[in-house]
């Protein structure tokens, strides 16, 4: 699977234009992401907007070297930023070029498109990523056999109820591709289904 970049910016823009088409109060829903509200999202995926390597590396180095720690403290801090200044950040043409630390083109898409969902999955809305790129994702995700997430597929087939997109023998999970690819990355869905860990 190759050139999988050029997906990145209509994930992000398709996501700025739903919320700033949404009313005020969305961007304090919640999301798939425990204890994260709309805005929180959105100002984790922003990062590489905001943040030059050496103010990355100041911020890693204060949460202690542990990435989670300084995902949750700049998204805390950075959720307070006008919407207008979060929508610019993600229509930047930095965060739509933007790839992880070893990552990839993988890792860009799959954080554009998981998080993304995280937000319209739980707002019920359809997803914003192109639908290639969704299933691009699921591919990758299930690709790992389940790995990247901690997720169990033992004895589990995947089938997307939007596209004829399926993996796996043994009991049936039965959703969109978009609420398949939440399911891999570890999140309970509105209806209260996830997948096993490992």
Known sequence: MTDLQPWVAPTFAGLA???????????????????????????????????????????????????????NTVAARD?????????DALRSPTLHAWQPPGGGEVGALTHAVIHSLDVTVALDRPAVAPADAV??????????????FGIDLTGVRLEATDTD????????????????VALLSGRTLPDGRSLPRR
């Open 17 to 71: 234009d739903l919320l700033a088409s949404t009313p005020a109060e969305t961007w304090d829903a919640p999301t798939l992401c425990e204890g994260w509200q709309v805005r929180h999202v959105v100002a984790h995926v922003a990062m590489p907007v905001r943040l030059t390597p050496e103010t990355f590396g100041a911020e890693m180095a204060a949460a202690g070297g542990d990435f989670g720690v300084l995902s």
């Open 79 to 87: 959720a307070s930023l006008p919407a207008a200044d979060q929508l």
């Open 135 to 148: 299933i691009a994702v699921l591919d990758q995700l299930t690709g790992a056999d389940g790995a990247w």
């Open 165 to 180: 997109w399926s993996w796996g023998t043994g009991d049936v999970v039965r959703a969109d591709s978009g609420q398949l």
